[in-house]
């Protein structure tokens, strides 16, 4: 798997970040989307498609 962001598409809603915390952050300053693990093992995959899945800004891709 590996994840990709868009920065310039993300509203900052945080969605991805209550959904998987050790793959998504966001910044201080404007909440918009970090992306900490590209390419996270495979317990995390679920969580990361559904992350990716409730964006509401489809800021994030997935490739399997």
């Given at each position: ?46 969580d ?17």
């Amino acid at each position: 798997m590996k994840v990709t962001v868009d920065q310039d598409k993300c509203v900052g809603s945080g969605q991805c970040v209550l959904t998987s915390e050790a793959v998504f952050d966001q910044r201080d300053e404007d909440g918009i989307v970090v992306l900490l693990d590209p390419t996270p093992p495979e317990e995390l995959a679920e969580d990361v498609r559904q992350a990716a899945a409730i964006c509401p800004a489809a800021a994030i891709t997935v490739e399997e």
